[in-house]
């Protein structure tokens, strides 16, 4: 995924940095990912490369390392 492709990574990575900003780090950020991913590119040997792709801009977003301080007790209350 290659940012001068139509700006295609820059409208994948607006959307998720959208996403996290409505539900933070919980299911409904990873829901949208996971949408982004199928409407990407289906089932297939190129799927692995638009994975890595989105998970680099969900890294550099900072996303899975915010995920991962999320306290065990955090959902507890919901």
């Not at 998720?16 to 990912?33: I, M, N, Q, V």
């Amino acid at each position: 995924m290659e940012y001068g492709m139509n700006g295609l990574a820059e409208r994948v990575r607006r959307e998720l940095e959208a996403s996290y900003h409505k539900h933070g780090c919980g299911p409904a950020f990873w829901d949208t990912y996971q949408q982004v991913l199928d409407r990407l590119v289906p089932q297939g040997t190129e799927r692995t490369e638009v994975t890595n792709a989105m998970a680099l801009i969900i890294e550099q977003l900072g996303i899975v390392r915010r995920a991962q301080l999320v306290p065990p007790h955090a959902n507890a209350s919901r």
